[in-house]
């Protein structure tokens, strides 16, 4: 591991079920390198678990799987749901596939693309369709934001009113990155607590407003209590009001 990423603060203990509402846990996983403006950047990560009434599990932007997570898993019940929600989150699937043989992968539009361009070959049970109920679709919602470089799919667990949203906010705390990184997570408008989608990345979303502010409009319909992001801080309090202003870029 380099000096910089021994920079950044993680959320440990990582890769173990941490409750975050009944049946549903959030995991904290390693840093990995994503490009922000252009230029690669540590990254913490994080996987969000949720246990159906059907007692099968749904996972969400699967993370590192150690055999200490494989053992917690097993408590809880089946992997039957691997959910990619866009297409910069798929690298650690064909793990998990092979781990769990008889899980099902749900993917965003763009996914086995992507990652046959960097050379990994992610095996699809379904597409995530707004037009196609999912068999979850009672207990999580779905909604699709579609832009030019990719879709991100945010899903909503009704039971605990929580918002699951991946890289449309990230929302890194400042005492948790190096010093060198907080001017460019500022300019690209990801510190905490005014974090949204990087700069960079709602450039390719700008074309499609008007139809995004019907998305946005059903994300604060559905008054999420919390908000679990792939990167950064949760967000536990005012969540209707922090999402407004998270995606106040789309006025």
């Known amino acids: 591991m380099t000096g910089q990423l021994r920079q950044m603060a993680l959320y440990e203990p990582l890769n173990t079920l941490k409750p975050l509402s009944e049946n549903l846990w959030i995991v904290d996983g390693p840093v990995v390198k994503m490009s922000l403006l252009g230029v690669k950047?540590?990254?913490?990560?994080?996987?969000?678990?949720?246990?159906?009434?059907?007692?099968?599990?749904?996972?969400?932007?699967?993370?590192?799987?150690?055999?200490?997570?494989?053992?917690?898993?097993?408590?809880?019940?089946?992997?039957?749901?691997l959910i990619a929600p866009n297409k910069l989150h798929y690298v650690h699937l064909p793990n998990w596939r092979q781990k769990y043989p008889n899980s099902l992968t749900w993917a965003a539009d763009g996914v086995t693309e992507r990652a046959a361009q960097h050379g990994i070959s992610i095996q699809v049970d379904a597409q995530l369709r707004e037009s196609e109920p999912a068999p979850w679709a009672d207990e999580i919602e779905a909604c699709?934001?579609?832009?030019?470089?990719?879709?991100?799919?945010?899903?909503?667990h009704?039971?605990?009113?929580?918002?699951?949203?991946?890289?449309?906010?990230?929302?890194?705390?400042?005492?948790?990155?190096?010093?060198?990184?907080?001017?460019p997570l500022r300019l690209a408008g990801n510190l905490a607590p005014h974090g949204k989608a990087p700069l960079d990345l709602r450039l390719t979303f700008l074309r499609n407003k008007s139809?995004?502010?019907?998305?946005?409009?059903?994300?604060?319909?559905?008054?999420?209590?919390?908000?679990?992001?792939?990167?950064?801080?949760?967000?536990?309090?005012?969540?209707?009001?922090?999402?407004?202003?998270a995606f106040r870029w789309l006025d």
């Not at 997570?69 to 749901?81: I, R, S």
Request: glycine share 6%; aromatic share 10%; proline share 8%.
């Open 41 to 81: 950047f540590p990254f913490p990560t994080r996987m969000t678990v949720i246990r159906l009434k059907t007692g099968q599990l749904w996972c969400h932007s699967p993370t590192v799987l150690t055999p200490g997570l494989e053992a917690e898993l097993g408590k809880l019940g089946p992997v039957t749901y």
């Open 211 to 245: 139809q995004l502010r019907q998305q946005r409009q059903q994300l604060l319909d559905w008054h999420p209590q919390q908000i679990v992001l792939a990167h950064g801080a949760l967000i536990e309090n005012n969540a209707v009001e922090n999402l407004e202003r």
């Open 158 to 183: 009704r039971p605990s009113r929580t918002l699951i949203v991946t890289d449309l906010i990230e929302n890194f705390e400042p005492n948790r990155v190096p010093l060198w990184l907080r001017i």
């Open 144 to 156: 699709h934001f579609r832009g030019q470089f990719m879709e991100e799919v945010i899903f909503f």
